[in-house]
């Protein structure tokens, strides 16, 4: 049995993953030869977001005594192979279920990083075909911000978090994806209760690029050529203050909207070590705060003063 359709639409971010572009000024004596520091250009423009997993996600399991059960299967666990077979999709899974015949089949399990083997015997549901009882899901498509721009190596960062499976929660293993040009066509504005998010459409079939990776951090790839231009900024460290975002709320142009940076923490369990407020206020008519989807601000003073 099988889950959602490969890809569900949806806006792939939250809260506010940053490029902080500014040189903090040291006082004292000035070195010979300072390191130069890494340019980057702040980006702030949605884009189509596709991402293919390694293996396919278990998401739900089917009520009663089905073989994914008895066998041990858990959500969350991860098959990356079938009776020997390396598992690449939900078709192809559901293809080496049926030649299997009823017969018992190994399947191998990544359970958080540990690998298992369990032993599976497929039945026949009402219309013959065989299964297993569990929800899978191979990939997921989406909307999210891209953060940064390398012009020296063409690399490039994307939301700030991780993209993690909508029922499990849990970070998708990666196997390859890409990002894709998207234009925002509406916006569900955030309020209290309720985050909100920005909604647009994207082009599965238009790559710009592919990625590399999948982490907490954020998504990972590199562009021989990039759709986006402006000025590098030097990368420095977080200060309170005055600061700008970076977003195309409205269609395709990427404008800028006054936030405040309230308090920067060192090293969250969470992972999310800025406390800001928007005070834009054409932001906030529009969005009602930081919304899903949003995610790219740099300092305004570039000496690094709050």
């Given at each position: 049995?099988?889950?959602?359709?490969?890809?569900?639409?949806?806006?792939?971010?939250?809260?506010?993953?940053?490029?902080?572009?500014?040189?903090?000024c040291?006082?004292?004596?000035?070195?010979?030869?300072?390191?130069?520091?890494?340019?980057?250009?702040?980006v702030?423009?949605?884009v189509?977001?596709?991402?293919?997993?390694?293996?396919?996600?278990?998401?739900?399991?089917?009520?009663?005594?089905?073989p994914a059960r008895?066998?041990g299967l858990?959500?969350?666990?991860?098959?990356?192979?079938?009776?020997?077979n390396?598992?690449?999709?939900t078709?192809?899974?559901?293809?080496?279920?049926?030649k299997?015949?009823?017969?018992?089949?190994?399947?191998?399990i990544?359970?958080?990083?540990?690998?298992?083997?369990?032993?599976?015997?497929?039945?026949?549901?009402?219309?013959?075909?065989?299964?297993?009882?569990?929800?899978?899901?191979?990939?997921m498509?989406?909307?999210?911000?891209?953060t940064?721009?390398?012009?020296?190596?063409?690399?490039?960062?994307?939301?700030?978090?991780?993209?993690?499976?909508?029922?499990?929660?849990?970070?998708?293993?990666?196997?390859?994806?890409?990002?894709?040009?998207?234009?925002?066509?509406?916006?569900?504005r955030g309020?209290?209760?309720?985050?909100?998010?920005?909604?647009?459409?994207?082009?599965?079939?238009?790559?710009?690029?592919?990625?590399?990776?999948?982490?907490?951090?954020?998504i990972?790839?590199?562009?021989?050529?990039?759709?986006?231009?402006?000025?590098?900024?030097?990368?420095?460290?977080?200060?309170?203050g005055?600061?700008?975002?970076?977003?195309n709320?409205?269609?395709?142009?990427?404008?800028?909207?006054?936030?405040?940076?309230?308090?920067v923490?060192?090293?969250?369990?969470?992972g999310?070590?800025?406390?800001?407020?928007?005070?834009?206020?054409?932001?906030?008519?529009t969005?009602?705060?930081?919304?899903?989807?949003?995610?790219?601000?740099?300092?305004?003073?570039?000496?690094?003063?709050?």
């Amino acid at each position: 049995m099988y889950g959602p359709s490969r890809f569900a639409r949806r806006a792939l971010g939250a809260g506010a993953a940053l490029v902080l572009a500014f040189l903090l000024c040291a006082g004292g004596s000035v070195p010979v030869k300072a390191a130069q520091p890494q340019m980057l250009i702040p980006v702030g423009h949605t884009v189509g977001i596709k991402l293919f997993s390694r293996g396919i996600v278990v998401v739900k399991l089917t009520d009663g005594g089905t073989p994914a059960r008895e066998c041990g299967l858990r959500t969350g666990d991860v098959i990356v192979k079938c009776g020997g077979n390396a598992v690449t999709s939900t078709e192809q899974f559901q293809s080496l279920l049926q030649k299997s015949g009823g017969t018992t089949a190994d399947l191998q399990i990544d359970r958080a990083g540990d690998q298992v083997t369990l032993s599976v015997e497929p039945s026949q549901n009402d219309q013959g075909v065989y299964c297993i009882g569990a929800w899978v899901r191979d990939s997921m498509a989406g909307i999210g911000t891209v953060t940064y721009y390398d012009p020296a190596t063409g690399a490039f960062g994307a939301l700030g978090h991780g993209v993690t499976d909508t029922d499990t929660a849990l970070l998708m293993p990666f196997s390859n994806g890409s990002i894709l040009p998207s234009t925002v066509k509406a916006v569900k504005r955030g309020e209290a209760g309720s985050a909100g998010e920005l909604r647009g459409d994207f082009d599965l079939t238009g790559d710009l690029g592919p990625l590399y990776a999948n982490t907490g951090s954020g998504i990972f790839g590199k562009l021989d050529t990039a759709p986006w231009t402006g000025a590098a900024m030097p990368v420095g460290t977080a200060l309170p203050g005055p600061a700008v975002i970076r977003a195309n709320v409205q269609g395709d142009e990427v404008q800028e909207y006054d936030i405040e940076i309230l308090k920067v923490t060192s090293g969250p369990a969470d992972g999310r070590d800025l406390i800001l407020s928007v005070t834009d206020p054409a932001l906030l008519e529009t969005t009602g705060g930081i919304v899903q989807g949003m995610v790219v601000s740099y300092n305004r003073d570039n000496t690094g003063n709050p």
